[in-house]
T-cell receptor, first 115, second 109 residues
């Protein structure tokens, strides 16, 4: 089974702090994604990566950056947290053969609150 | 623009059948996914349709009509554990997933 893990389930930070969210997958997937999920809205793509050291902006990259130094790890960085970044953050990976190469498998999510 | 429409909430009775609809308008189409998401948990993959027709997987089936920009997820013999949100997502011409806001399904005894 694909396993995607995220460093924290719940996180509380203060406005202006730098925040790191870590994601690790164990299935040797090429592709990794960061989304945020807010009530009444669909998942919104922040950044994605198709290879090590490669990154592409999604629909809402402002205020975020990412790092992919190793294939299994994809980090999301909030440079200076703001209250409008309070959300559920979901990491996903894809690239396996089981359910198709584009099927995304999600981590448990990090619920971030910025005070 | 790109748009995925699903009902916000539906209620059904344990043991019954429910159909959750999804209509889409996207720049290109390369497949449609259904995911299940229990409250406070991650979405989990249910089904994938790329050709027209019905795909059956146990109690769950998913239907696609590309000409109508329409899909539905059919859940049979509903169980209390089926109470969850169901997310529809379309893979567009850039092979990116466009997500609907999800349908919250409430199962009553």
């Amino acid at each position: 089974d694909v396993k995607v893990t995220q460093s924290s389930r719940y996180l509380v930070k203060r406005t202006g702090e730098k925040v790191f969210l870590e994601c690790v997958q164990d299935m040797d997937h090429e592709n990794m994604f960061w989304y945020r999920q807010d009530p009444g809205l669909g998942l919104r793509l922040i950044y994605f990566s198709y290879d090590v050291k490669m990154k592409e902006k999604g629909d809402i990259p402002e205020g975020y950056s990412v790092s992919r130094e190793k294939k299994e790890r994809f980090s999301l960085i909030l440079e200076s947290a703001s209250t409008n970044q309070t959300s559920m953050y979901l990491c996903a990976s894809s690239g396996g053969t089981g359910d198709g190469p584009d099927t995304q498998y999600f981590g448990p999510g990090t619920r971030l609150t910025v005070l | 623009g790109q748009n995925i429409d699903q009902p916000t909430e539906m209620t059904a009775t344990e043991g019954a059948i429910v159909q959750i609809n999804c209509t889409y308008q996207t720049s290109g189409f390369n497949g449609l996914f259904w995911y299940q998401q229990h409250a406070g948990e991650a979405p989990t993959f249910l089904s994938y349709n790329v050709l027209d027709g019905l795909e059956e997987k146990g109690r769950f089936s998913s239907f696609l009509s590309r000409s109508k920009g329409y899909s539905y997820l059919l859940l049979k013999e509903l169980q209390m554990k089926d109470s969850a949100s169901y997310l529809c997502a379309v893979k567009d011409s850039n092979y990116q997933l466009i997500w609907g806001a999800g349908t919250k399904l409430i199962i009553k005894p």
